[in-house]
């Protein structure tokens, strides 16, 4: 059992039954692949900013392309 597509982000959001969690987070201990392949999957999914006065870091999450968040918010008002 090797992690990848939407199981691995699923899994590195957390989003996913606890005992799969759990059955993952026990394989991820002991396979280099996929402690690598979810070290890589959790540097894309948020990036840092230095905001404010004091630079401080702020998580940012993925951009949303302006269109897509147009459409959807015409689809509900809809």
Request: charged share 25%; aromatic share 6%; glycine share 8%.
């Amino acid at each position: 059992m090797h992690l990848y597509g939407d199981t691995l982000e699923r899994y590195a959001a957390r989003n996913l039954p606890a005992t799969e969690l759990a059955a993952i987070d026990e394989h991820v201990s002991n396979c280099m692949f996929c402690t690598h392949a979810l070290a890589e999957a959790s540097v894309g999914m948020s990036s840092w900013e230095r905001r404010g006065w004091l630079g401080r870091l702020v998580r940012i999450g993925p951009a949303t392309p302006v269109e897509h968040s147009r459409g959807a918010e015409l689809d509900r008002a809809a």
